[in-house]
């Protein structure tokens, strides 16, 4: 059975949670799981004036997506940050070329779920996820959220991310906050989540 955490990082914060999915999801027997992530769009110019070139170094190893790989998953975890509350360009334009993945229904009954990261509190992190299942509902995609039986995403102690849609952390006006171990916890047991429902779908 086969994992694919698809995402994209532009400071680390997208690719913290995508490690802790990782990390749930291999607990699952029999659950091959590789981090991939999305081209990049913009040039190393505009990475530079934002400050993003250092940052994305920590992941530079991970390998870059392509739409065909998308066949041979049976699991689909994707991690985007908000840009207003929808999912970030790269990301877009990867799914605008799935257009021939879509005609074949390549992707019909694969499991889909969502995470993801965004400035402020209430920066757009549900209405993100949301809008992203969307895209996976055209690809006849199963959506797997995070349940409520994680229940820290439930506490009021402390601010956090995470809601029943998928797992979110919040990076701060200048992405000086990363995940906490609640909002990492949360990944974790999403993929984890993912995976199982995966396993018994493959059998």
């Given at each position: 059975?086969?994992?694919?955490?698809?995402f994209?990082?532009m400071?680390?914060?997208?690719?913290?949670?995508?490690e802790?999915?990782?990390?749930?999801s291999?607990?699952?027997k029999?659950?091959?799981?590789?981090?991939?992530?999305?081209?990049?769009t913009?040039?190393?110019?505009?990475?530079?004036?934002?400050?993003a070139?250092?940052?994305?170094?920590?992941?530079?190893?991970?390998?870059?997506?392509?739409?065909?790989?998308?066949?041979?998953?049976?699991?689909?975890?994707?991690?985007?940050?908000?840009?207003?509350?929808n999912?970030?360009?790269?990301?877009?334009?990867f799914?605008?070329?799935?257009?021939?993945?879509?005609?074949?229904?390549?992707?019909?009954?694969k499991?889909?779920?969502?995470?993801?990261?965004?400035a402020?509190?209430h920066g757009?992190?549900?209405?993100?996820?949301?809008?992203?299942?969307?895209?996976?509902?055209?690809?006849?995609?199963?959506?797997v959220?995070?349940?409520?039986s994680?229940?820290?995403?439930?506490?009021?102690?402390?601010?956090?991310?995470?809601s029943?849609?998928?797992?979110?952390t919040?990076?701060?006006?200048?992405?000086e906050?990363?995940?906490t171990?609640?909002?990492?916890?949360?990944a974790?047991?999403?993929?984890?989540?993912?995976?199982?429902?995966?396993?018994?779908?493959?059998?």
């Amino acid at each position: 059975m086969k994992i694919f955490i698809v995402f994209y990082s532009m400071y680390g914060h997208v690719y913290r949670l995508a490690e802790a999915v990782a990390l749930g999801s291999r607990e699952v027997k029999g659950a091959d799981v590789e981090l991939k992530q999305v081209p990049e769009t913009l040039s190393t110019e505009i990475l530079t004036k934002m400050g993003a070139v250092e940052t994305k170094k920590a992941f530079a190893k991970v390998p870059v997506c392509n739409v065909e790989e998308l066949a041979e998953a049976d699991a689909i975890i994707f991690g985007t940050p908000t840009r207003f509350g929808n999912m970030c360009g790269q990301m877009r334009q990867f799914f605008d070329a799935t257009g021939g993945l879509w005609a074949k229904g390549t992707l019909i009954g694969k499991v889909g779920s969502v995470f993801t990261s965004s400035a402020t509190q209430h920066g757009g992190q549900e209405s993100t996820i949301l809008t992203f299942h969307v895209t996976l509902l055209h690809h006849g995609m199963v959506i797997v959220g995070l349940p409520y039986s994680f229940k820290s995403q439930m506490r009021v102690d402390e601010i956090t991310g995470g809601s029943p849609y998928g797992t979110s952390t919040i990076a701060g006006g200048e992405g000086e906050r990363m995940p906490t171990r609640n909002e990492l916890e949360a990944a974790r047991f999403q993929g984890k989540h993912v995976a199982a429902i995966a396993s018994k779908l493959a059998k």
